[in-house]
């Protein structure tokens, strides 16, 4: 879909940080990291909804989320990592996997006191911040 920003990605009409690439999905750099090496895992397939696609897709997104996890913990020292398999802040599945170093890096209202709470976009990563966190996770990746 040529509207569809991972679809641009996918094709390479926009730049983007390769971290592992598979034939049914692509793992690349968040542009807008919540942390460093902050990594979405997205369908080489255009499925909008996270329910729909191939069990082979949602399957090998597990896996690659899981040894990015170790990549992280051992790249980053992060004491945990979160994996969040969306489809919601665009309608093309993906999973968002990040490096956790606070409780509040992935938030829920369930637990969060404030009653108002605003956010705004993460600063966008420098191409030299990409490609740095880019080499350190391929790398581990390679070794695990």
Not at 92 to 114: C, F, G, K, L, Q
Not at 125 to 132: F, G, K, N, Q, T
């Amino acid at each position: 879909m040529p509207q569809c920003l991972f679809c641009q990605l996918i094709a390479g009409e926009a730049r983007s940080e390769a971290i592992y690439e598979y034939d049914l999905l692509i793992a690349l750099a968040d542009i807008h990291p919540i942390r460093t090496g902050h990594t979405q895992i997205v369908s080489r397939e255009h499925v909008p909804y996270f329910e729909s696609p191939p069990e082979a897709t949602a399957s090998r997104s597990i896996n690659v989320g899981q040894r990015l996890s170790r990549a992280m913990k051992t790249v980053y020292g992060a004491p945990r990592v979160a994996f969040v398999l969306t489809g919601g802040d665009h309608a093309h599945v993906h999973a968002h996997v990040v490096p956790m170093h606070e409780m509040t890096d992935i938030t829920s209202r369930r637990y969060i006191a404030e009653e108002k709470l605003t956010f705004r976009s993460t600063p966008r990563a420098s191409d030299e911040e990409l490609a740095s966190a880019g080499a350190a996770l391929r790398a581990a990746l390679r070794g695990s």
